[in-house]
């Protein structure tokens, strides 16, 4: 079982619906970070967080240490977002991200 | 402006061949790293490096190698000993080392033939 899951693999979704991914992990973290991956490759950080949520713009990030489980919510979605989203942990034992397997997204107009 | 590059975005070779990948950074950060994706699968670390002239193996070290001369510059050889090398190779840096928010290159895409 790998440390950091995702859900779901893959999400589509109609312009302006309301998006939710799911990431749990099973390690002690010291930070927990989304990351979007755009159809070119390159990766940007959306949030890091060790605690409670996060806005940006239509992005919200929330993180439930207790119950090991993270959400990336999107609202009101735009074909733009279309990306794959990851999710990786930072454990508290070492110095290094360990990653989920992405989803991704596709946002029709 | 600073950020990570990569070069080159896309790179062919032929099987034995080692080729070496390029990653500069201008964000004067400390620690670098090295990450393989494959379809379907998350990142995996291949090395990293948290100071000048020191590194360390990830979790899929083998048929790999890498160099840190300089702060700004980590490149990564893909050897011949690498039996699948196809695949997307990205670079990353981050301030310290610590597990903190890293930025990532562009990206190359090596096809071995």
């Known amino acids: 079982k790998n440390e950091v899951e995702q859900s779901p693999q893959n999400l589509t979704a109609q312009e302006g619906e309301f998006i939710t991914i799911n990431c749990s992990y099973s390690?002690?973290?010291?930070?927990l970070h989304w990351l979007q991956q755009h159809p070119g490759g390159g990766i940007v950080s959306l949030f890091m967080?060790?605690?409670g949520k996060k806005k940006h713009g239509r992005l919200i990030a929330t993180i439930n240490i207790q119950e090991k489980h993270s959400s990336l919510h999107i609202t009101a979605s735009h074909p733009r977002d279309s990306a794959v989203y990851i999710c990786?942990?930072?454990?508290?034992?070492?110095?290094?991200?360990?990653f989920g397997e992405g989803t991704q997204l596709t946002v029709n107009p | 402006d600073g950020g990570i590059t990569q070069s080159p975005k896309y790179l062919f070779r032929k099987e034995g061949q080692n080729v070496t990948l390029s990653c500069e950074q201008n964000?004067?950060?400390?620690?670098m790293y090295w990450y393989r994706q494959d379809p379907g699968q998350g990142l995996r670390l291949i090395y990293y490096?948290?100071?000048?002239?020191?590194?360390q193996k990830g979790d899929i070290a083998e048929g790999y190698s890498v160099s840190r001369e300089k702060k700004e510059s980590f490149p990564l050889t893909v050897t011949s000993a690498q039996k699948n090398p196809t695949a997307f190779y990205l670079c990353?840096?981050?301030?310290?080392?610590?597990?903190?928010?890293?930025?990532f290159g562009p990206g190359t895409r090596l096809t071995v033939l």
């Open positions: 990353a840096s981050s301030i310290n080392g610590l597990p903190d928010t890293q930025y």
């Open positions: 390690v002690g973290i010291s930070a």
């Open positions: 967080l060790s605690s």
């Open positions: 990786a942990v930072g454990k508290t034992s070492g110095s290094r991200l360990t």
């Open positions: 964000l004067n950060h400390d620690a």
């Open positions: 490096s948290q100071i000048v002239n020191d590194f």
